[in-house]
Structure formats: C-alpha cells, structure tokens
C-alpha cells in the first residue's frame, strides 16, 4: 500500500500511566505525564476502566469542581449518572458523549448508575480535557449530550474500517458537535487488514491513543500497542492508520493548538497563577454553585458497602 505524500510521522509514543481517579476508580492515563504536560489543545486523557465490579464496588467521582475548560466524556460500557450544580442531570448510556463546557465553573458528580453499583457491572469509557482560549474560560456553563444514535457512524469502502465521528469531519461525513475552537475526535475500529487515510490540517495537534490491539500509525507504519498514544509530528496533512494484522480500537485526537500559557491545578485549568487563586476562591465561595444535599444522589460514589452505609 503506498503511503500518501503529506503522511505525518509519529513524533514520539507514549505509554499511558495506571492510576486511581476519583473515588478510586483505575483509569490508563496517556496524558499529562512525565514526558509531557499537555498537548494543546487538550490537558488530559482519561481511559476509565474498563473494569468487572462485583456488587457494591462500583465508584466514581463524588462533587467536585471544575473551571476553564471542557470535559467530554465517552461512555463505551456501563452506565454513567450526572448531576450538577446548576440543576442539570442526565445519563450516558454506552456510546453516548458528554461535552460539557464547564467555562465559569460547575460543581458535579460522575458516579455509576445506581444499578451497576447495586448489581455489579462492567465499567469502561473516556474522559477528554480540552482547553478553552483564554477570552472564552468565563464562559458560561453549557452541555451538548450527544446520544449514541446520533453519533455519525461511517464505514469505509471495503468495511474493514469503521469511524464514529464525535466531532469534526472524516470519511465525508461532518458531526453537528459544537466545539469552541476546531477540534477532530474520532473512534476508529479497525478489522484486519483495515486502513483509513485521515485529512488533518497543517498546525494542528494530532493524537492517536490505542486501546484495543495494535495499529501501525504514520508515514513509517510505526507499531503502537495498546494502551500507547502516539503524538504526531507536524510534517504533513494526512494521517495514516493501518491494522497490524488483527483488529484495533483507536481515539484519534486533533485540535488547532490555542498556543495560551496553560496552568492546571487539580480540576482547574487557567493561564495565571492568579486565576487559579480566583477559582479556588470562587468555588470555596460558592459561586460555582453546589449539589444540594436533597438532590444529591445515594453515597454510590463510596466504597462503603451499602449494608455499612
Ligand atoms: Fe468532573
């Protein structure tokens, strides 16, 4: 197969790191690390799971902040409740997207549907950070729920690729998602022998995160196992993502870099120290709102036994 002229190459690979998120929840981490911060536009990339949880075991994460920037959850198995501050609730079900704009400031809690803690279940998804220009972090809170169903789904020619398309553009077919800066994230399945070409544009930052198999990434077809992300270099339009043999499960990240200095601080992502100071401020304050107790669902997110609860 001849490798399109304008193919990046992968620029370095790395493993993601294994911790505790949360209530206690394993997530596979590829970012940010040791090796590198974060790769703008985006400040983290969570793979939550996946994990068995026999009855009772299942956690997630209680009330907590978060300001200056977006999350966007991807649930694959399991089923996830959220509320927040401002009144919202909702439910991921597997193949839904959460974007939430978190902007000014919310309080929520992401925990698992009460059923999977009672009975037990599988758990596995994704958590994305995303950076928001600096003029545009006060923003006010907003959620796009993007439901499984209408999340476009695209095969290609011979079926052996599949891309659902959360936001951006690939195979021909647009995703409505609004993001605030350009952004392209996409889901492909590979079977074997599948390969797409992916057009991505000159600037951008460019991501591709296994999480099932292995795929051959780039203009050197470079080998990426599971549970690695390889970060492209800037050298090219194109992207090239190749089985290696078997089958794969790839997130494919990109976004135009916003080239802002970017300060995290646990769940706040600002561009001074002084911002920073501010939301704490804010959130001890209040003024990013709270859960109230009445409406707060059951102690789930601990790992008390419902029986010691
Ligand atoms: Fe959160």
Excluded: C
Excluded at 12 to 40: I, K, Q, S
Aim: glycine letters at 12%.
């Amino acid at each position: 197969m001849t490798i399109p002229a304008g193919s990046r190459s992968v620029r370095m690979v790395l493993p993601a790191w294994h911790g505790l998120e949360g209530a206690g929840f394993e997530v596979r981490r590829p970012f940010p690390g040791r090796a590198v911060a974060h790769l703008d536009p985006f400040v983290l990339l969570d793979e939550m799971g996946p994990t068995d949880n026999a009855p009772g075991e299942a956690v997630g994460a209680p009330d907590h902040p978060h300001r200056g920037f977006e999350t966007v959850t991807y649930l694959l198995d399991g089923e996830l409740e959220h509320r927040d501050s401002w009144g919202n609730a909702g439910r991921l079900r597997p193949g839904d997207v959460q974007w939430m704009t978190a902007g000014a400031g919310v309080v929520h809690s992401e925990l698992p549907a009460p059923r999977i803690v009672r009975d037990g279940g599988r758990m596995h998804g994704f958590q994305l950070w995303v950076n928001l220009p600096r003029s545009e972090k006060l923003t006010p809170p907003r959620y796009q729920d993007l439901r499984a169903v209408g999340i476009p789904a695209v095969r290609s020619g011979d079926g052996r690729a599949e891309v659902r398309i959360v936001a951006g553009e690939a195979l021909g077919v647009h995703a409505g998602t609004r993001t605030h800066t350009p952004i392209l994230y996409l889901h492909v399945s590979l079977a074997p022998g599948g390969r797409i070409e992916q057009p991505v544009p000159r600037g951008w930052n460019v991501l591709v995160y296994v999480f099932g198999g292995r795929a051959r990434i780039g203009r050197d077809l470079r080998v990426v196992p599971d549970g690695d992300l390889a970060v492209l270099a800037k050298d090219g339009d194109a992207l090239v993502l190749e089985s290696d043999g078997g089958r794969a499960e790839l997130l494919v990240l990109a976004g135009e870099p916003l080239g802002e200095p970017v300060l995290q601080y646990g769940p706040f992502v600002m561009s001074t120290e002084e911002e920073i100071l501010q939301a704490i401020e804010d959130y001890r304050a209040g003024r990013m709102g709270e859960i109230a107790p009445a409406l707060s669902p059951p102690p789930v997110g601990s790992r008390l036994s419902p029986a010691a609860a």
